[in-house]
C-alpha cells in the first residue's frame, strides 16, 4: 500500500539554527498537505500544495513540492522555541480523501 | 465555531469493557476522520465518512471496533471487548471536501484510552 516516509525521525538544533524535515510518498500525490504537532496536543494544519514545484511561504517556513510530485519539504529559518513539535505530511490515496500521514519528524530546539 | 469536539479527554479502563468516544465536528463539515495515534505506529486513520456514510473503514483493526455517524453532528467510535494494545490517543477529524479538491483536517483534542 501507500507509503509516506519523513526524514529525519528527529532532530535537535539550537535556536536560532535553520531545520529542514523530508517527505517521500510511494505514489504520486495530487496534493500534500504539513500539519504540526504540539508535544501533548493535536494535529494543526499548517498548508497544503496542489501544484507540482510549487514553493509556498508562511513567514519563517518554507514548503516545497516536489517536480514529480511524490516529494515535499519543509524547511524553517531561525528556529524558535515556539517551533517545537512534531511535523506530519499528509497525502491522499489517488482517488480519495484518504490521507495518509507520514511518519512526523520530531523538533526540539534548544534555547 | 467550538472546533471539533470529543469525549471524554480520558478513558482509563479495564481489559474487557466496552469503550465509546464521541466527536462533533465542526458544523457544516461533511467528512469525518477517526485516527489513532501511538508511538510505534504512528498517525493511522481507522475510518471516515462523507455526509454520514462510511467511505472506507481498511483502517479498522479488527471486528472489535465500529463506528457510526448516526447524524451530521455526532460520530462515535465504540471498543468492544477492549484490550490493553487498543491504549493510545484517537483523534476525530472534520474537513469539508469539494468535487476534485480536499480541504484541511481540523483535529479535535483527542481521547488518551489506557486499558489496563
Known amino acids: 500500500g501507500q507509503q509516506v516516509m519523513q526524514i529525519p525521525q528527529y532532530q535537535h538544533v539550537q535556536e536560532g539554527e535553520d531545520f529542514t524535515t523530508y517527505c517521500n510518498s510511494s505514489?504520486?500525490?495530487?496534493?500534500i498537505q504539513w500539519y504540526k504537532q504540539r508535544p501533548g496536543g493535536h494535529p494543526v494544519f499548517l498548508i497544503q500544495?496542489?501544484?507540482?514545484?510549487e514553493v509556498k511561504k508562511q513567514k519563517r517556513l518554507t514548503f516545497q513540492f516536489g517536480e514529480a510530485k511524490k516529494n515535499s519539504s519543509l524547511h524553517i529559518t531561525a528556529t524558535q522555541t515556539t517551533d517545537v513539535g512534531t511535523y506530519f505530511c499528509?497525502?491522499?490515496?489517488?482517488?480519495?480523501?484518504?490521507?495518509?500521514f507520514g511518519t512526523g519528524t520530531r523538533l526540539k530546539v534548544l534555547a | 465555531d467550538a472546533g471539533v469536539i470529543q469525549s471524554p479527554r480520558h478513558e482509563v479502563t479495564e481489559m474487557g469493557q466496552e469503550v465509546t468516544l464521541r466527536c462533533k465536528p465542526i458544523?457544516?463539515?461533511?467528512?469525518l476522520f477517526w485516527y489513532r495515534q501511538t508511538m510505534m505506529r504512528g498517525l493511522e486513520l481507522l475510518i471516515y465518512?462523507?455526509?454520514?456514510?462510511?467511505?472506507?473503514d481498511s483502517g479498522m483493526p479488527e471486528d472489535r471496533f465500529s463506528a457510526k455517524m448516526p447524524n451530521a453532528s455526532f460520530s462515535t467510535l465504540k471498543i468492544q471487548p477492549s484490550e490493553p494494545r487498543d491504549s493510545a490517543v484517537y483523534f476525530c477529524?472534520?474537513?469539508?471536501?469539494?468535487?476534485?479538491?480536499?480541504?484541511?483536517?481540523?483535529f479535535g483534542p483527542g481521547t488518551r484510552l489506557t486499558v489496563t
Open positions: 477529524a472534520s474537513s469539508l471536501g469539494v468535487m476534485g479538491r480536499a480541504y484541511e483536517q481540523y
Open positions: 505514489t504520486t500525490l495530487s496534493n
Open positions: 500544495l496542489v501544484k507540482s514545484g
Open positions: 499528509a497525502g491522499p490515496t489517488s482517488g480519495t480523501y484518504k490521507y495518509i
Open positions: 458544523s457544516g463539515h461533511d467528512y
Open positions: 465518512f462523507n455526509n454520514n456514510v462510511p467511505i472506507d
